[in-house]
Each structure stands twice: as C-alpha cells, then as structure tokens.
C-alpha cells in the first residue's frame, strides 16, 4: 500500500483559523479585508511546501520505474485487428463461407446469430522496419515507426459490449465506481505539474466514449486523483475565464476567504474531498494562467505542426496528441486520449478509411516528436481499444464486424519495453488466442511494473478490502515484453 502523505493544505497559520463555532462577523471582515494582504503573501511562500506535502506531491514508487508518465491512445469503439495488426490468409481463402464446425460452441456475440459466414480481411498488409512486423497499407504512418513499436496480438477481455470492456480496459472492473489507470498512477507516484492537472482526457471523434466518465473517474479515491477533461478549442475548461468586472486579484482575494473556511472545516472533519476541493479552486486559478499557455501552439515549428497534421485553430485528434507531448513536458502524468469511431458493424471499408485517416499520422507523429525530444526513455504510449472484431460478417453487404473480446491487438512504445518486438497469435480466423495470452489484468500489471509498482501491492482499504487495479483473480506482468 502507499503511504499518502497528509492531504490538508495549509495556506494559514493554524492561529489565524478558529473555530467555526466562535467565528464572527467582526474576525471575518478583520482577516479577510485587512488581512487579505497577509493572507495572499503566506499563500505565496507555502505554494512550494503545500506542492511536497498536499495529495498531488510526488511519490517514490515500489521500485524505480522505468517510466514517469503515460499517454493512452484509446481507439474507442474497438478496431478491427483483421484489417489492421493481424493478417490471416486463411480467412481471406475461406471468405464467404460458414466457420468450421465447433468454432463458435459456447461462443457469445453481441448481435451476429451462429450463421454468419466468415469475412476476410479488406486490405493488404506488408511487412516494415527491420522488426519485419506485418501492418496494415491503412496506417503507412504507423508503419515508419514500426521498430519502436512493441506490439501485443494476443490480448484477451472478459466484456463483449462497449461499456461494460471500455470500463474494464480502464479501471480493471466492469462495474462503475472503481479507480482508472489514470486515477491509479497518479495516487501512485503524484504529479510533477505545479500548474496543470496530474490526469488530463481529451475526447475526439462523433461522440464521448460509451463508458462515459467512469472511464477516467476516481472511484472510491478522493477525487483529486479524478482525470480531468480538457477541450483544445476556445477555453480549454468551461468557465475558466473570469466574468467581466472581475479582475485577477479580485478571484485572489475571493479564493483565499473560500480557502480559508474550508481550512477550517478540513482541520475539523479531516474529509479528504475538502482538501480535493481546496487543491480544485487553486489549480483553476493557477490554470487561469497556465492552460491558456499550453493551448498556444505559437511556440510550436511549422514543421512539428505538419509532422502531426495539426491545424492550430481546428479541434481534431492530431491537436490532442501534440497537446498531449505538451502536457507531458509540463510535468502531467497522465494523458489518455479518447477517440470515439470504431465500431464498424457497418460500412467497414470506409469506416476504417475514415478512422485511419483522422489518427494514423498523429499516432506515429507522437512517438516520433518524443523520440527526438528524449521524452520516449521515460513515457509509454499505448495504442488500443477495448476488444476486438470478428472473423464473420455482420450486415450481409454492409461488411461490418461485430464485436469480438477472444482476440484483439494493442501496442505500446516507450522506456522498458523491447521495441520492434510482436508478441501473441490468435488461430487461422483470428478468433481465438493461441500463444502469450494477455489479459487486460496482464496488462495493467505490465503498466504498474513499468511504473514502479508491484501491482499486488498498490491498494487501498475499502469496504474492508484491500482494493487494486488488477482485482483478486491472478495477473501476471508480461515479462517478454520488458527490456
């Protein structure tokens, strides 16, 4: 379990506070009027030692970590790996026919009915970088990088509707009110952001992911460790400016009177959500400056603007994921990227086209803009989404693919892993796994290793268990993956 440091934030003296019992009209005007002076100055000099001692500092993990921070490219909706990671040529041979027989016994989809005849893959496929791994021609992007990929084939879920896996990809669970990933390293390690969130979540694509904000929710930790989601057009939180007629040190001086009752009422109900309340006021003031700030591409080179096809004034998935390597530098651990459109039971071809088109180049353009930096050393990225597709058809003529949690392929790349390396294989349909089995357990345990963690160890006591990422059932770290 880690030890949390103490989660109340001072920014006054203990005998400045009394009791809200003995509170009076006279000391309220006295140190909020006159004394607001002092107050703010206090503020000021505390801001570096409520930053080592408050909920957000930074922690020593189990063991030193072979990374620092996390981007989570999560392609919501479930691509399909036949036509993207996983090339079979038997179910492009056998196309059009029904599966072999006891393929589908026992078997559970969410819509196809046992008749469905198989469907083979719709695009060709080659081999790239000198790792020979067999991509997709719909992501040419993603292929130029292919030797710093470490590539899963072979990743297995419990959950075959959206919700329910996007949850269980997130949070270890599939029911709501558990912690996610993101929730999990933060509360783990702190943050090294003074001025942004610790846990940042962007949403492209038609719509917010199916799981809604449980996918990036604290659960049953104090919501500071909460990932909170930025838009990358116009104020990056609603309500983040100032209304007219109030000017910077009018919100100071409002903010240090609110602190300042909260203080008192955190000193006397030691609640952690008040300290979470305190450290919110403060970090969107702080962000009044800050956030503005990391939403300005000025600083950014033409070139680092085309390499990841970002369009300044314009919302898109590429902006996400510049402004994600900009999150990282600033000290935020977390970033997870939702992107809403894949969930193909239609209009296959043209779907993945479109999806493909909005990501592909980004993708790589974050691996590559880091790499560059020496940022990769010490960030994962992680490609995926929260199940796979089916070898047979759904739709008849509309080619779709139906949902599939047998076998699905994930990436990652970054500081520990073996780049260029793939690992897994599912049968000759793509239907089940047949070598280095990767539960979604195993890879949240992979996650915490590269962290620092031992994920049997991170836990916090909750209705009278010891709670964790990787729940109760056995999780085993994927050791071939690790350098």
Request: net charge neutral; with cysteine; aromatic share 8%.
């Amino acid at each position: 379990m880690v030890t949390q440091p103490n989660t109340m934030v001072h920014s006054m003296r203990n005998d400045q506070l009394i009791s809200a019992s003995a509170t009076s009209r006279r000391w309220f005007l006295k140190e909020c009027g006159v004394g607001l002076g002092a107050i703010a100055a206090h503020s000021l000099m505390q801001s570096d030692a409520n930053a080592a001692s408050g909920p957000l500092a930074v922690k020593t993990p189990h063991f030193p970590g072979k990374i620092k921070n996390v981007i989570f490219l999560f392609m919501a909706g479930a691509p399909s790996h036949l036509e993207l990671f996983d090339y079979k040529p038997q179910l492009a041979k056998f196309d059009g026919t029904l599966p072999p027989a006891g393929l589908l016994d026992g078997y559970r989809a969410a819509f196809i009915n046992p008749n469905s005849k198989l469907l083979g893959p719709k695009f060709k496929f080659a081999k790239h970088g000198q790792c020979g791994a067999e991509i997709s021609e719909l992501l040419p992007h993603t292929a130029k990088v292919a030797d710093d990929l470490t590539i899963i084939k072979s990743m297995v879920t419990d959950a075959f509707n959206h919700a329910p896996a996007q949850i269980l990809m997130n949070t270890g669970s599939q029911l709501f009110g558990k912690p996610s990933l993101g929730s999990w390293t933060l509360y783990g390690l702190g943050s090294e952001a003074e001025d942004l969130p610790g846990f940042v979540v962007f949403s492209s694509g038609r719509k917010g992911p199916s799981g809604g904000n449980s996918n990036w929710g604290s659960g049953f930790l104090p919501t500071v460790y909460n990932g909170v989601q930025l838009r990358n057009v116009g104020d990056p939180v609603l309500y983040l400016s100032n209304p007219a007629g109030i000017d910077r040190q009018t919100q100071r001086q409002t903010l240090d009177a609110i602190g300042a009752l909260n203080q008192q009422h955190l000193d006397r109900m030691n609640d952690p959500e008040i300290a979470t309340r305190i450290n919110s006021y403060e970090m969107a003031f702080r962000m009044q400056a800050s956030a503005p700030e990391l939403m300005d591409l000025s600083s950014e080179t033409q070139e680092t603007l085309d390499l990841y096809g970002v369009e300044p004034e314009k919302s898109s998935f590429a902006k996400n994921c510049l402004l994600a390597r900009r999150l990282v530098q600033r000290g935020t651990r977390f970033v997870q990227l939702f992107h809403e459109a894949w969930d193909q039971h239609g209009d296959l071809v043209n779907g993945l086209k479109r999806n493909c088109g909005d990501t592909d180049q980004a993708c790589a353009a974050l691996i590559t803009d880091l790499k560059r930096r020496g940022m990769l050393d010490e960030t994962l990225v992680i490609w995926g989404g929260e199940f796979g597709r089916t070898p047979m058809v759904q739709g008849g003529g509309d080619n779709g693919r139906d949902h599939h949690p047998n076998a699905f392929t994930m990436w990652m790349a970054g500081g520990g892993l073996k780049p260029g390396l793939t690992i897994g294989q599912s049968d000759e349909f793509g239907f089940n796994v047949v070598e280095d089995r990767v539960h979604v357990r195993d890879f949240h345990a992979t996650i915490l290793h590269l962290l620092g963690f031992d994920h049997a160890r991170l836990s916090v006591k909750f209705q009278g268990l010891d709670q964790r990422l990787t729940g109760v059932e056995p999780a085993n770290v994927v050791q071939k993956i690790l350098a």
